[in-house]
């Protein structure tokens, strides 16, 4: 099992660009999501998936969007890039969206925005 | 809403003794878990011991421990013979019995000094 993949690791991008970052896992698991990691604030939720065709808003989900077409899949879609959005981007999953569940998380994609 | 605190932006301990990190929350619910979960500089976040509410024992696992506190909202962290491969970024997290959704506190970042 390669367990929850990330790519890109990097991306500079330019205010106004859009671009989306890829999550992916093979755990066959039904909840997906998506968090940013800011100094100092600790991880915060953006959005999330109790199962394919299924999304939801998180603590902070403004300048992002999300689809779940497939199980595996969840990917994290910025529109229109904006400095406020630097941030490393953590993607995570668990068998389902049961508390009693242990999330995976993937190593991470570190985004700038210019 | 659940919000959970970590006090403590940086901590620090000498090879083979004993730190302590803390972390409180504030919930109204009676079923929930509590994660402490480690982030070294690969910026993997690597769960390291998770908590029952309902369950009074603290639980452990090998030189990590917690003293969970239900009524006091306390959950901190007990690091016994500390090693240099502890030095890392820790958060404590909350997850609610209703919803998936992982809440994490500010994190403390914990040197080892040889």
């Known amino acids: 099992n390669a367990g929850v993949t990330q790519t890109p690791k990097f991306q500079v991008l330019k205010t106004g660009q859009s671009m989306t970052l890829q999550c992916a896992q093979d755990m066959n698991h039904e909840y997906m999501s998506w968090y940013r990691q800011d100094p100092g604030m600790g991880l915060r939720l953006i959005h999330y998936?109790?199962?394919?065709?299924?999304?939801d808003q998180g603590e902070v989900p403004n300048g992002y969007n999300v689809s779940r077409s497939t199980t595996e899949d969840f990917p994290l879609r910025l529109l229109s890039a904006a400095p406020s959005q630097t941030s490393v981007y953590f993607c995570a999953s668990s068998l389902s969206g049961l508390f009693t569940d242990t999330q995976y998380f993937g190593p991470g994609t570190r985004l700038t925005v210019l | 809403a659940q919000t959970v605190t970590q006090s403590q932006p940086e901590m620090s301990v000498q090879e083979a003794e004993t730190v302590t990190l803390s972390c409180t929350y504030d919930t109204s619910e009676s079923d929930y878990y509590l994660f402490w979960y480690k982030q070294p500089p690969s910026r993997q976040m690597i769960l390291v011991i998770r908590q029952e509410a309902y369950k009074q024992q603290n639980a452990t696992e090998n030189r990590f421990s917690v003293n969970f506190q239900k009524a006091a909202k306390s959950f901190s962290l007990k690091i016994s013979d500390s090693q240099l491969g502890d030095a890392a970024m820790y958060f404590c997290?909350?997850?609610?019995?209703?919803?998936?959704?992982?809440?994490f506190g500010q994190g403390t970042e914990l040197s080892v000094k040889p």
């Open positions: 997290a909350y997850r609610s019995a209703s919803g998936g959704k992982l809440i």
């Open positions: 998936s109790v199962g394919a065709g299924i999304t």
